[in-house]
C-alpha cells in the first residue's frame, strides 16, 4: 500500500462508519417511537372518533367506537406476539378520553387528556433538559444500549440529546399554542379535524430533528458490551490464577 494508498482507505473507513451510526440511529428511532405501525395507532382512535361524530354528531357511538378500535390493536399486537407499548398508551389515551367525553358530555372534551399529556410532556422535555438530564437521552439512552452513559463520558452526545430534547419541546408547545385556543373557539367537529392533521406532521418534524442531531454526534458508548468485556476478563483471570495455584 503506497502513501497515497492510505488516506483514500481512511476516508472510506469514515464514510462506512457514518454510515453505519445513522444505520443504528434511524432502527434506535423507528423502535423507540414506533414506526408506521406506531403512528397509525396513535391516529386511528382519534380519526375514527371525529368521523362517526361528523357523521351522526353522536358522541357515545363516537366513543364507543373510538375505544374498541384502540383495543383491537392491542389485540391484534398481542395475537402477533409483538410489542404492546404503543397500543397500550393509545388504549389508556382514549380511555382517559371517553371518561372525560361521558362526564361532561362535551364531545370536544374526548380530546382534552391528550392535550394536557402533550402540554405536559413538552414542559418535560425543557425541564429536564435544563436540568442537565434531558429527556430524549433517557429515553434512547437504553435503545442505544448506552444507558447514562453519555451524561459523563459522551459530551458530544449530551449536546446532540439536549438539542434533540429542546426541539420537541418546543415543537410540541407549538401544537399546543394551536390547539388550547381552538379548543374555547372551535366547534367540535373542525377542532377534531384540526387536531388530526396536526396528529403525524410535528411528530416526523421532531423525530426527524431529532435523527439530524444525533447522526453528527459521537457514537454511544455501548455499556453492555463494556461489562460483558470485563466479565470475560475476569474470568480469564481467575482462569489463569487457577492454572498457576
Same mark, same amino acid.
Given at each position: 500500500?503506497?502513501?497515497?494508498?492510505? =488516506?483514500?482507505?481512511?476516508?472510506?473507513?469514515?464514510?462506512?462508519?457514518?454510515?453505519?451510526?445513522?444505520?443504528?440511529?434511524?432502527?434506535? @428511532?423507528?423502535?423507540?417511537?414506533?414506526?408506521?405501525?406506531?403512528?397509525i395507532e396513535t391516529?386511528?382512535?382519534?380519526?375514527?372518533?371525529?368521523?362517526?361524530?361528523?357523521?351522526?354528531?353522536?358522541?357515545?357511538? &363516537?366513543?364507543?367506537?373510538?375505544?374498541?378500535?384502540?383495543?383491537?390493536?392491542?389485540?391484534?399486537?398481542?395475537?402477533?406476539?409483538?410489542?404492546?407499548?404503543?397500543?397500550?398508551?393509545?388504549?389508556?389515551?382514549?380511555?382517559?378520553?371517553?371518561?372525560?367525553?361521558?362526564?361532561?358530555?362535551?364531545?370536544?372534551?374526548?380530546?382534552?387528556?391528550?392535550?394536557?399529556?402533550?402540554?405536559?410532556? &413538552?414542559? &418535560?422535555?425543557?425541564?429536564?433538559? /435544563?436540568?442537565?438530564?434531558? @429527556?430524549?437521552? /433517557?429515553?434512547?439512552?437504553?435503545?442505544?444500549?448506552?444507558?447514562?452513559?453519555?451524561?459523563?463520558?459522551?459530551?458530544?452526545?449530551?449536546?446532540?440529546?439536549?438539542?434533540?430534547?429542546?426541539?420537541?419541546?418546543?415543537?410540541?408547545?407549538?401544537?399546543?399554542a394551536i390547539l388550547?385556543?381552538?379548543?374555547?373557539?372551535?366547534?367540535?367537529?373542525?377542532?377534531?379535524?384540526?387536531?388530526?392533521?396536526?396528529?403525524?406532521?410535528?411528530?416526523?418534524?421532531?423525530?426527524? @430533528?431529532?435523527?439530524?442531531?444525533?447522526?453528527?454526534?459521537? =457514537?454511544?458508548?455501548?455499556?453492555?458490551?463494556?461489562?460483558?468485556?470485563?466479565?470475560?476478563?475476569?474470568?480469564?483471570?481467575?482462569?489463569?490464577?487457577?492454572?498457576?495455584?
Open positions: 500500500m503506497t502513501s497515497l494508498d492510505k =488516506p483514500t482507505e481512511d476516508a472510506q473507513r469514515d464514510a462506512q462508519d457514518a454510515q453505519d451510526s445513522r444505520a443504528v440511529t434511524e432502527a434506535a @428511532l423507528f423502535e423507540a417511537f414506533g414506526g408506521l405501525r406506531g403512528m391516529v386511528l382512535p382519534g380519526l375514527l372518533f371525529v368521523t362517526i361524530f361528523t357523521i351522526n354528531k353522536d358522541l357515545h357511538s &363516537a366513543a364507543i367506537a373510538a375505544l374498541g378500535v384502540s383495543i383491537l390493536l392491542v389485540v391484534v399486537r398481542l395475537v402477533m406476539k409483538d410489542t404492546v407499548k404503543h397500543a397500550f398508551s393509545g388504549v389508556f389515551g382514549v380511555a382517559f378520553g371517553v371518561v372525560f367525553a361521558m362526564m361532561t358530555g362535551n364531545a370536544k372534551d374526548f380530546y382534552l387528556p391528550g392535550m394536557l399529556y402533550t402540554l405536559g410532556l &413538552a414542559l &418535560a422535555y425543557i425541564v429536564t433538559t /435544563l436540568a442537565g438530564v434531558p @429527556l430524549i437521552g /433517557l429515553i434512547l439512552g437504553p435503545v442505544f444500549k448506552e444507558n447514562l452513559s453519555w451524561r459523563t463520558r459522551n459530551p458530544g452526545r449530551k449536546k446532540a440529546y439536549a438539542k434533540a430534547s429542546y426541539a420537541w419541546g418546543l415543537i410540541l408547545l407549538a401544537k399546543c388550547f385556543p381552538l379548543y374555547w373557539w372551535a366547534d367540535t367537529t373542525q377542532f377534531g379535524w384540526v387536531l388530526i392533521a396536526l396528529k403525524i406532521p410535528p411528530f416526523l418534524l421532531a423525530v426527524w @430533528l431529532t435523527w439530524v442531531f444525533l447522526a453528527k454526534a459521537p =457514537p454511544p458508548i455501548d455499556v453492555f458490551a463494556e461489562m460483558e468485556a470485563e466479565e470475560k476478563a475476569e474470568k480469564e483471570r481467575q482462569a489463569a490464577a487457577r492454572s498457576v495455584e
